[in-house]
């Protein structure tokens, strides 16, 4: 049996020659953030829809 490196991809988590690597937070973490929020305050059908509607364009944006 042949020894090869195995192949690595490019990973959220970093690149896996670097000593450490560290988690990101995703893009939209902010907006289900406010939807959480927005379930404890007041009416939840009228405080939910609009936080949940950002965060679904968020969701459907291309990152960047």
């Known amino acids: ?3 090869r490196p195995v192949p690595r991809r490019n990973s ?3 690149n896996p020659q670097e ?3 560290q988690p990101r937070a995703h ?3 902010d907006r289900l953030e406010d ?3 927005a379930c ?3 009416n939840i059908f009228k405080t939910v829809p609009g936080p949940l509607r950002l965060f679904r364009e968020c ?3 291309k990152p960047g």
């Open 1 to 3: 049996m042949e020894d």
């Open 12 to 14: 959220p988590w970093g």
């Open 19 to 21: 000593e450490y690597r």
């Open 27 to 29: 893009r939209c973490n």
């Open 35 to 37: 939807i959480i929020q």
């Open 40 to 42: 404890f305050e007041g």
């Open 59 to 61: 969701m459907k944006a």
